[in-house]
């Protein structure tokens, strides 16, 4: 997930500096707190799926 966001970053902000080459290649600032919002939200899930796990691996004990 987090190299799909790079890569996508980077595309986006090739396609600006291609329109104005001014501007040196980096990605998009006004991006860079939802790309944030979006690693932590993913991070997050992934936790709470790893606890649903336990909880259900936790019911079968022998």
């Known amino acids: 997930m987090k190299y799909f966001?790079?890569?996508f970053t980077q595309r986006?902000?090739?396609k600006k500096s291609s329109s104005?080459?001014?501007r040196e290649q980096m990605p998009d600032r006004s991006l860079m707190p939802i790309i944030a919002l979006s690693q932590c939200y993913?991070?997050?899930t992934i936790r709470q799926l790893e606890?649903?796990?336990l909880k259900i691996f936790?019911?079968?004990k022998i």
């Open 58 to 60: 936790n019911s079968f």
């Open 51 to 53: 606890r649903d796990e």
């Open 5 to 7: 966001i790079k890569t």
């Open 42 to 44: 993913m991070y997050g």
């Open 20 to 22: 104005n080459d001014s």
């Open 12 to 14: 986006n902000a090739l």
